[in-house]
C-alpha cells in the first residue's frame, strides 16, 4: 500500500499549517493511501548537531519519512521563509528519506506572501533528490482562510488542497511501480 506522511512545520496549538494537511492528508487515503500526520510541534527533536548519530525522536522521525512513498511538507511562512521548526527537522533528512519520494509543498501565510517560502522547499527538496510535484498550495490570509474547526472556507482552496493529497499519491504510486 501507498504510505503518505505530512509533515507539519508549525508548533501552533491552533494550527492552520496542519489543518490544511489533514485536509490534503484526506484526498490522500480517499486516493486508496495509507496516511499520517508527523506534527513537529509534539517531538522531542533538538537542534540538529551533525556530529551527533540520533537525537531525541530524530530516529523514528526519519524512519517515518523514509519508509513514505509520498510526503506532503506543510510551514507556516517566517520571514518570507519557511520556520525553524521545520528547518530543523529537514536538516535530520537526507538523500536516504527523500529519494524517489513524491512530494507536494503547502505555505501558509498570514499576510499574502508566500511565494518565497515555497520556492525555498521547492529548492531544498530538489537538493535530497526529491521528486517534488508542479502542483502546490500557498494560502494567503490563513487564520481567515481556515476556520476553528479546521475547515478550508474557499471552495478553489479547498479543492486545490484536496488536489496536492491526490497528486501526490499518484505520483508516488508511479515512482514505486
Given at each position: 500500500?501507498?504510505?503518505?506522511?505530512?509533515?507539519?512545520?508549525?508548533?501552533?496549538?491552533?494550527?492552520?499549517?496542519?489543518?490544511?494537511?489533514?485536509?490534503?492528508?484526506?484526498?490522500?487515503?480517499?486516493?486508496?493511501?495509507?496516511?499520517?500526520?508527523?506534527?513537529?510541534?509534539?517531538?522531542?527533536?533538538?537542534l540538529y548537531?551533525?556530529?551527533?548519530?540520533?537525537?531525541?525522536?530524530?530516529?523514528?522521525?526519519?524512519?517515518?519519512?523514509?519508509?513514505?512513498?509520498?510526503?506532503?511538507?506543510?510551514?507556516?511562512?517566517?520571514?518570507?521563509?519557511?520556520?525553524?521548526?521545520?528547518?530543523?527537522?529537514?536538516?535530520?533528512?537526507?538523500?536516504?528519506?527523500?529519494?524517489?519520494?513524491?512530494?507536494?509543498?503547502?505555505?501558509?501565510?498570514?499576510?499574502?506572501?508566500?511565494?518565497?517560502?515555497?520556492?525555498?522547499?521547492?529548492?531544498?527538496?530538489?537538493?535530497?533528490?526529491?521528486?517534488?510535484?508542479p502542483h502546490?498550495?500557498?494560502?494567503?490570509?490563513?487564520?481567515?482562510?481556515?476556520?476553528?474547526?479546521?475547515?478550508?472556507?474557499?471552495?478553489?482552496?479547498?479543492?486545490?488542497?484536496?488536489?496536492?493529497?491526490?497528486?501526490?499519491?499518484?505520483?508516488?504510486?508511479?515512482?514505486?511501480?
Amino acid at each position: 500500500m501507498t504510505r503518505i506522511v505530512a509533515i507539519s512545520g508549525s508548533r501552533r496549538t491552533e494550527s492552520t499549517t496542519r489543518a490544511a494537511l489533514r485536509v490534503a492528508l484526506d484526498a490522500a487515503a480517499d486516493a486508496g493511501a495509507e496516511t499520517d500526520l508527523l506534527d513537529l510541534g509534539t517531538v522531542d527533536l533538538p537542534l540538529y548537531h551533525p556530529d551527533e548519530d540520533a537525537q531525541g525522536d530524530s530516529e523514528r522521525l526519519t524512519r517515518l519519512v523514509r519508509e513514505a512513498d509520498g510526503v506532503l511538507a506543510g510551514t507556516p511562512v517566517y520571514h518570507g521563509s519557511y520556520s525553524s521548526t521545520f528547518k530543523n527537522f529537514h536538516d535530520y533528512c537526507g538523500f536516504d528519506e527523500y529519494e524517489n519520494t513524491a512530494v507536494g509543498l503547502l505555505a501558509t501565510a498570514g499576510g499574502g506572501s508566500y511565494g518565497g517560502t515555497l520556492e525555498h522547499l521547492r529548492s531544498t527538496f530538489r537538493n535530497v533528490h526529491a521528486w517534488t510535484v508542479p502542483h502546490e498550495v500557498g494560502i494567503r490570509g490563513a487564520s481567515s482562510a481556515i476556520d476553528a474547526d479546521g475547515r478550508i472556507r474557499d471552495e478553489d482552496l479547498l479543492k486545490r488542497t484536496r488536489k496536492l493529497g491526490r497528486i501526490v499519491t499518484e505520483h508516488a504510486v508511479r515512482l514505486n511501480d
